[in-house]
């Protein structure tokens, strides 16, 4: 059995390496996959804290988190072909439609 201390570490790692990307990064694909693994991230913990407890809700849990990422992706992916098919281009410095 692999001891929750891994998961936990893997976890904060994964989230880490996705807040930074979503920092420093300006380019929106790679924001939004920034996203996506801070999500994966959680899901990752919530099936730590499940096995380390063993109970089950954690991992059903994390498959409607899942579902409900995967709508997500769609959205998000369909949002950004929109903008980059509006303003040619899909850095985040130069997108301002919402702006007046």
Do not use: H
């Amino acid at each position: 059995m692999i001891p929750l201390q891994y998961y936990l570490i893997v976890s904060a790692v994964m989230f880490v390496i996705g807040a930074v990307g979503v920092i420093t990064r300006r380019n929106a694909l790679v924001v939004f996959m920034a996203i996506e693994l801070m999500l994966n991230s959680v899901n990752l913990t919530l099936v730590g804290f499940s096995a380390f407890l063993g109970d089950a809700s954690g991992q059903i849990l994390v498959f409607f988190v899942m579902t409900v990422a995967a709508a997500e992706a769609a959205i998000g992916l369909a949002i950004i072909i929109a903008l980059f098919r509006k303003k040619l281009t899909v850095n985040l410095d130069e997108i301002n439609i919402l702006k007046w």
